[in-house]
């Protein structure tokens, strides 16, 4: 995106010779636009850094009272780790997953067929995807009639139903790892890589059939193993494609917010910075601390913007 | 089938040549194809389960379906749509989702043709100040926007949600827009400069009809956007007659966590349209939804 940017930019510049209307045009058809920013988005920025620093009902200012409780409250604490958790093993898992599907599909003639099963689930709304997951989810106690797809499978393998949106502890082994390793985030986790892999697999098979078919032939001739083709080329190659999916990814982790809200409403220890944010405005009508997390989420993203703008830079 | 085109007999060196490279590329079919079933079966089983009565669905597993008597309904989407508020829902969800698609690529394609085709000073700054609006989680909007709305009483209403709408979608369609708009044939404005033609009409004339594919994105990525939102709808239309389908899903499965015969038809109902635009329009679907997901 950044370089897109300032090719168009530079482009701009050189048409500086056209014909230009007096630039008091040009404002009245931005006019509609920036009322809407400055009105929605400018100003609700201000107001929320303001809010942050202020009481339950933004009466009185408290000082960094509220970004103390963010940081020193077991509950929020344990969102922001479960964030990290998003954020690592959701990007991770999506282009990786990404990758591995936008190399094997290339290969193959049914390619936009396979491509287009794997990217439907970026057409529907978390709301649903929650819906779907939470069937395939679905557990009852041990002996009775497993409808979820996972249980059935397993106790049909002789293992024990797993309650996989409540359990914290290691299905199957009952080991208990510290937070946020818990297998209902995990569950959870998997919800999002099945809605957002296809969208990683589409970007870099595209940027993949932008690599020259010479360099892949001339590294077969002089012997290069398949493995050897991926690794030493085809990854370097797509490393640019494959940070900025990343940043992308990472993105919509640090905001997720329907997913767990939908499957779990974040009990059982999987709340988010999200939910926890919409529980502090609408259950317990704390706006300073609502405030204080939306913060530490506009913070958390602005670097991973910068890292991805000067990638493009250097 | 002609009789006269020399069927390759099993020993014949072409046939095996064949047979061995399928059976080498063997394990690529299998792994995209499992891959491929692993993806869908979920949403398979959804489709699958809100045909069937509601004893079967509590009682056996969708996949024990196919087994004859068949037992297959339509009473769930009777139910769900008559009464679960799923019908009124759908109409809320359009009647949210097309204002909210439409004002602000209207909105954003005027102040894209002045980013792109008008000069005045700060411009450059000012198109990259609204385009690094893009990082802004809506989270960080949400609280000073309820008070305003509040103040003015529009929370709780469509033109309320609309506004809203508006303005997060604003910063991507200004960039998708102004990056297309900057790109058209320069010679082609100016000679309609020449002749006389208004700045309206050279907009509504020349850059819409020109820039269909990029308007076909974005409308679909905005509008998907808009329907499929849960957040935003949660927050300002604070209102359950009012609520798209996404709030009543959301209800459905914290008030009949278990009843999936509703569950599963609702959520289907939900999908339809977003299905139905993915089939018809793969390609400006495909680019409007990887475009847009820079959208911070």
């Known amino acids: 995106m950044p370089r897109l940017l300032t090719k168009l930019l530079e482009s701009n510049r050189q048409r500086a010779g056209r014909p230009s209307p007096r630039s008091l045009v040009a404002w009245l058809w931005l006019l509609p636009a920036l009322a809407f920013i400055a009105v929605f988005l400018i100003y609700p920025v201000v107001d929320t850094f303001r809010i942050s620093f202020m009481n339950a009902d933004s009466t009185a200012y408290i000082g960094i009272g509220n970004y103390v409780h963010v940081f020193t409250s077991r509950a929020t604490q344990d969102a922001l780790l479960n964030n990290v958790l998003w954020l690592s093993f959701f990007t991770l898992l999506a282009v990786g997953l990404g990758v591995v599907l936008a190399v094997l599909t290339g290969r193959v003639r049914y390619e936009s067929l396979a491509k287009a099963a794997i990217f439907i689930p970026m057409a529907i709304s978390f709301v649903a995807a929650g819906v779907i997951w939470k069937f395939v989810y679905a557990y009852s106690p041990e002996g009775f009639s497993q409808i979820g797809l996972i249980n059935a499978t397993g106790t049909s393998m002789g293992l024990p139903p797993v309650a996989w949106l409540v359990q914290q502890q290691i299905a199957y082994t009952g080991q208990v790892l510290p937070t946020p390793l818990h297998t209902n985030n995990f569950a959870l986790i998997l919800v999002g890589v099945w809605m957002w892999t296809g969208f990683a697999m589409v970007i870099l098979s595209a940027s993949l059939k932008g690599i020259p078919v010479e360099i892949i032939e001339a590294a077969r001739v002089d012997g290069a193993s398949e493995w050897q083709v991926f690794w030493r080329i085809l990854l370097p190659m797509l490393s640019p494609t494959i940070a900025v999916v990343a940043t992308t990814l990472i993105i919509q982790a640090l905001k997720n917010f329907d997913i767990v809200w939908v499957m779990t409403a974040g009990n059982f220890n999987t709340d988010v910075v999200a939910t926890l944010m919409y529980k502090q405005m609408f259950n317990f009508r704390h706006f300073g601390q609502a405030g204080a997390l939306a913060v530490i989420l506009l913070l958390a993203m602005i670097p991973v913007m910068l890292i991805n703008v000067r990638r493009f830079r250097a | ?296």
């Open chain 2, 1 to 296: 089938m002609s009789e006269a085109v020399e069927q390759p007999s099993p020993d014949s060196p072409g046939f095996r040549r064949a047979l061995k490279k399928l059976a080498s590329r063997l394990p690529l079919h299998t792994v995209i194809v499992i891959v491929v079933l692993l993806w869908m079966t979920p949403a398979f089983g959804l489709l699958i389960s809100s045909f069937r009565p509601p004893s079967e669905i509590a009682s056996t597993g969708w996949w024990t379906a196919f087994q004859t008597p068949f037992k297959f309904t339509l009473d769930n989407y009777r139910t769900v749509l008559a009464q679960n508020r799923m019908g009124q829902s759908f109409l809320n969800s359009l009647i949210i989702s097309v204002p909210s698609t439409v004002i602000p690529i209207l909105v954003a394609g005027f102040a894209a043709f002045a980013f792109a085709w008008m000069k005045f000073p700060g411009r450059d700054f000012l198109f990259i100040f609204v385009v690094a609006l893009l990082v802004v989680p809506i989270q960080m909007t949400l609280i000073p926007v309820l008070r305003l709305l509040a103040d003015v009483r529009l929370v709780g209403t469509f033109p309320g949600i609309w506004l809203a709408h508006t303005a997060y979608g604003l910063p991507f369609a200004i960039f998708l827009l102004r990056n297309f708009f900057a790109a058209l044939p320069r010679e082609l404005l100016e000679s309609a400069y020449l002749d006389g033609a208004s700045n309206l009409r050279i907009f509504f004339r020349l850059i819409f009809p020109l820039s269909v594919p990029a308007i076909a994105s974005l409308t679909i990525f905005q509008f998907l956007w808009v329907w499929n939102d849960l957040l935003v709808a949660l927050v300002y239309l604070q209102d359950p007659s009012k609520s798209p389908m996404t709030v009543t899903i959301n209800n459905l499965v914290s008030s009949f966590g278990t009843q999936w015969q509703l569950l599963t038809a609702a959520a289907f109902i939900s999908m339809m349209l977003p299905l139905a635009l993915f089939f018809a329009l793969q390609r400006y679907f495909v680019e409007g939804i990887t475009a847009g997901a820079i959208k911070g």
